[in-house]
């Protein structure tokens, strides 16, 4: 009996499953397209499906992972060549764009315990029989954080959890301050930058992180070399700019990183850390949290090492000694156009970033390679006589992983010209076995969810959203029943859509597929073509999928008729960020109420146990019925016009409507619909993103917020802030009401032709 079978019990409910699963893009005519276009691009795409290759990719993944990847290597930049002549010989105007970055590397790292015994941590990974290039040294970059400060300090060690703001208020009610400490924490829960950052405002020196089994390690699963998971001495390198501020180089905000751009100094930087941190494995972990004394850590703090967690601080005390070579680095962007036929003026750009940590097999060269696939396949076909009628634009990020600094200095540089001609970005970073997964602009959801229905699951041999939708079901997702399209998910960051989105204002899709690879490698030198090949995606089917997937995203983005943006579901997600934000005010207001009686009262010290140390909380301030009118009734006039647009898009494309320049001018319109959802101003405390609807938490890093002007300020309690954002979420929905409302118009007006 199968799981679903199971689970369900009933044959009745068997058969509305099967009902609900039915594709519903089973019709002949593709968004955006007419019958008879729609005829050919699905002719074109079954040609382009018979040019993928599988062994491309296993050959090119291995050529590619042959050294050190990341940004300044000599190998970084022997890869951009190599890929800059591989578009050039599949017919693409190819070029490198260069531009010189802030990335400080490691000259000193020196971690040791010192008291109550010394243990002097190994920093470092092994070689692992049977992985092949997990010993070369040359060029690898050891274990370490990125835009960490130099820092030679010493000092006891408070276990901060996964050191979130949240954490420090559990601490404060035991308290225990991190002043003058050496905050440690463990991977998860937030960004790796949020630590850092959340522990120098609480007065910390420093700060450790270290990969816990029970998150990533023998608690998930096997460890590699045996399985997937992360090895006892394995470390996760990454990044902690404070990206939530703006991405990029952190020396140029909003401006090109070219040779004459104005610089800030290192120290002026607000996104460069202002204490030393640095990742360890949880084999050096385990000796400094043996060491601590102090109360034992809360139930959902405690990890799977085999040891009572304590929070300190102290008896455990380390010193660390951190130095960085603080220089410009070359990051090379490759850029492979091919002009479109009909409107050369028309961008659809399709990236995937070349840079890892160190050899980089899984991110991101799975996704590399895919890309590279489907550039191979579009160009045979153009050999063959086929041109798109947009331009194509793939690129090849260099230094995403430092923090999207590849991509985010191309995009501010070339800022004016892509607002002009950029209609999408399409993304990907890296690949995997599993689940397809696809996040970005509402805009294009139904889009989405055409491409999932038709591109179909290697291992299971049904479409690729039919099997998520199964997941969905079994895990509970009730919208699986009540919606015809699945939902994709909003954009926080962590990757190369980011300056396009939130930043220009370009509509965004991020594609991937994963969930069934592990993860153990994850920026550690273990990321090999020998753990992917075993481990994430043996034989490159999902390669192939994933190519499949994004390649018909650019080919129906760079042929249709009419641009294939449809606003019903971003009505129908606005409305749903608004009743969440709306039941955020009232649970917090539900919350306060009842937290400031429980304080008057005495309740919280009462209820302490008298031998341990507690601190009661202090009341919070009120909060204030918020008018939300406005957004509410933009949301609801934006229903109003989504469907109109719609409906008289769907019976123009039928009756053959669009001609007579119809379809040109509506283009047009609907090019700059995104840029509607932004405000020149930005954001409070980061005017980089200026985004309305999506952006990365403050404090979450990647993980998105929506609305975030509105959902921020309930958070931080700024009740003025919450109120001016109201309004500037209005205006921006009315401002793509009035874009929808004037592509209605023309709509109606049109006539065969």
């Given at each position: 009996m199968s799981r679903l079978i199971t689970r369900f019990r009933f044959s009745a409910a068997c058969v509305v499953l099967a009902i609900l699963f039915v594709p519903a893009s089973t019709h002949a005519q593709l968004l955006g397209f007419s019958d008879e276009s729609s005829a050919m691009q699905r002719d074109l795409e079954a040609d382009y499906d018979s040019q993928l290759n599988a062994d491309n990719l296993d050959e090119w993944l291995q050529y590619l992972t042959r050294h050190p990847t990341h940004v300044g290597s000599p190998g970084g930049k022997a890869n951009a060549e190599w890929i800059a002549d591989k578009f050039r010989s599949w017919g693409f105007e190819t070029r490198i764009d260069t531009y010189h970055v802030m990335f400080p590397t490691p000259r000193e790292r020196m971690v040791e315990l010192v008291s109550p015994n010394r243990y002097v941590l190994k920093l470092e990974e092994p070689e692992v029989e049977g992985d092949r290039t997990s010993g070369i040294t040359q060029d690898l970059l050891p274990t370490y954080n990125a835009y960490s400060a130099d820092g030679d300090v010493e000092g006891e060690v408070v276990y901060v959890n996964y050191g979130i703001p949240a954490d420090y208020d559990e601490l404060a009610r035991h308290g225990i301050s991190v002043e003058g400490k050496i905050a440690l924490a463990r991977y998860g829960g937030s960004w790796r930058g949020i630590k850092p950052k959340v522990a120098a405002q609480h007065g910390a020196i420093a700060t450790l992180i270290y990969s816990d089994p029970r998150d990533d390690g023998y608690f998930q699963g096997d460890v590699y070399p045996d399985g997937p998971y992360r090895m006892a001495q394995g470390a996760q390198r990454g990044s902690v700019e404070d990206m939530p501020q703006y991405p990029g180089d952190p020396l140029t905000p909003g401006v090109g990183a070219t040779l004459d751009a104005e610089r800030y100094t290192v120290e002026e930087s607000p996104t460069i850390m202002k204490i030393p941190v640095l990742p360890i494995s949880y084999e050096d972990a385990q000796p400094i949290l043996a060491a601590m004394g102090g109360p034992v850590a809360p139930a959902a703090w405690r990890g799977a090492l085999p040891l009572t967690y304590h929070l300190g601080p102290g008896p455990a005390r380390v010193h660390m000694k951190l130095e960085f070579n603080w220089d410009l680095t070359p990051a090379y962007d490759v850029i492979a156009m091919l002009p479109g036929s009909e409107f050369p003026d028309e961008w659809v750009v399709r990236g995937n970033h070349m840079d890892g940590w160190a050899f980089g097999a899984g991110d991101p060269l799975s996704g590399m390679v895919a890309l590279m696939e489907e550039a191979r396949a579009v160009g045979e076909m153009v050999k063959n006589g086929w041109r798109p009628k947009r331009t194509i634009v793939y690129a090849g990020w260099d230094a995403e992983e430092p923090g999207l600094l590849g991509s985010t200095e191309w995009a501010e540089d070339h800022a004016a010209e892509l607002q002009d001609k950029a209609v999408v970005y399409i993304n990907s970073d890296g690949n995997g076995r599993g689940f397809v997964g696809v996040g970005g602009s509402h805009t294009l959801e139904r889009l989405a969810n055409e491409l999932g229905d038709e591109v179909i699951d290697p291992q299971t041999g049904i479409s690729v959203n039919d099997r998520l939708k199964h997941a969905r079901a079994v895990d509970g997702a009730a919208d699986v029943y009540t919606r015809r399209d699945r939902r994709i998910g909003p954009l926080g960051s962590g990757s190369d859509y980011t300056p396009f989105l939130q930043h220009l204002g370009i509509a965004s899709l991020n594609i991937g597929f994963g969930g069934e690879n592990g993860g153990g490698s994850y920026h550690s030198i273990f990321d090999s073509y020998d753990h992917y090949s075993r481990f994430g995606d043996p034989g490159f089917a999902y390669g192939i999928t994933l190519a499949k997937t994004a390649g018909r995203a650019t080919l129906r983005m760079a042929n249709a008729d009419v641009l294939p943006f449809r606003f019903g579901n971003f009505a129908d997600n606005v409305q749903m960020y608004l009743g969440e934000v709306k039941q955020l005010a009232e649970s917090m207001r539900t919350e306060t109420e009842l937290h400031n009686r429980l304080v008057e009262n005495d309740s919280y010290e009462i209820a302490s146990d008298p031998t341990k140390t507690y601190v009661p909380p202090e009341a919070k301030e009120p909060v204030p019925h918020i008018n939300f009118a406005p957004v509410e009734n933009a949301v609801a006039r934006l229903e109003a016009a989504a469907a109109r647009y719609d409906e008289l898009?769907?019976?123009?494309?039928?009756?053959?409507?669009?001609?007579?320049?119809?379809?040109?001018?509506?283009?047009?319109?609907?090019?700059?619909?995104?840029?509607?959802?932004?405000?020149?101003?930005?954001?409070?405390?980061?005017?980089?993103?200026?985004?309305?609807?999506?952006?990365?938490?403050?404090?979450?890093?990647?993980?998105?917020?929506?609305?975030?002007?509105?959902?921020?300020?309930?958070?931080?309690?700024?009740?003025?802030?919450?109120?001016?954002?109201?309004?500037?979420?209005?205006?921006?929905?009315?401002?793509?009401?009035?874009?929808?409302?004037?592509?209605?118009?023309l709509l109606s007006a049109a006539e065969p032709g």
């Open positions: 898009m769907a019976s123009a494309v039928s009756q053959g409507l669009l001609g007579g320049g119809t379809g040109e001018r509506l283009n047009n319109l609907l090019q700059g619909m995104e840029q509607r959802m932004t405000r020149e101003e930005g954001l409070p405390r980061r005017p980089w993103f200026r985004h309305m609807i999506y952006a990365p938490g403050f404090w979450t890093g990647y993980g998105v917020k929506t609305l975030p002007g509105i959902r921020e300020g309930l958070e931080e309690r700024a009740w003025d802030e919450v109120d001016m954002f109201v309004d500037e979420v209005a205006a921006a929905l009315n401002r793509v009401s009035d874009g929808l409302d004037q592509a209605a118009a």
